[in-house]
């Protein structure tokens, strides 16, 4: 019995989100940009953000070091290095601030199926004076099983994805890249 409950134990995945890994989509929209170099600087959550990550009382867990703004900067420094747009103390950099983090859990749809929603609003500063809002969300299905944490955790990542391709896809984004205003 007790190597049941034990073997039970250990397959029980985490709630724990991943390392982010670069996104390909995001990946094809960058290397559209020429004679580009980025920074990225402090990434902070707005003070009336909302925020809401719970499930079901348990914690989702992110990486050591990483609090919602710091993975989200992260990320966008990891999609810039990937593409070779990426260094530090350069003229052009980016911030940013979290307005917005949501985990909602929809309910049976139309197919029957159980899933959630990560929502996320943020916006983006260029050092050239340049700002845009980026809003993203990414649906997660779980079929007919009970919505878990970690299930959310491990949606979590490519919902960052998709909110970063969605901000290179704006043409905004491109007014954040030039050395003055005026490009």
Known sequence: VAAVICTACQTVPSSHI????????????????????????????????????????????????????????????????VAGLYEQDVPVFITGTVKRVELKFDGRVSSGAIGGTWIFDIELRSSNGRSMRVKAGRAYR????????????????????KLIRTAVTQKEFRSLTRTNTAG
């Open 18 to 81: 991943s390392k982010y890994v670069s996104d390909p989509g995001a990946q094809e929209q960058l290397l559209l940009l020429e004679d580009v170099i980025l920074g990225v600087e402090t990434f902070t959550l707005d003070s009336r953000a909302f925020i809401n990550i719970q499930c079901g009382g348990e914690p989702i867990r992110f990486p050591p070091a990483n609090d919602i703004a710091e993975y989200i900067r992260g990320a966008i420094e990891t999609e810039l290095s």
């Open 142 to 161: 779980t079929g007919f099983e009970v919505i878990s944490c970690p299930e959310a955790a491990r949606a979590f990542m490519p919902a960052v994805q």
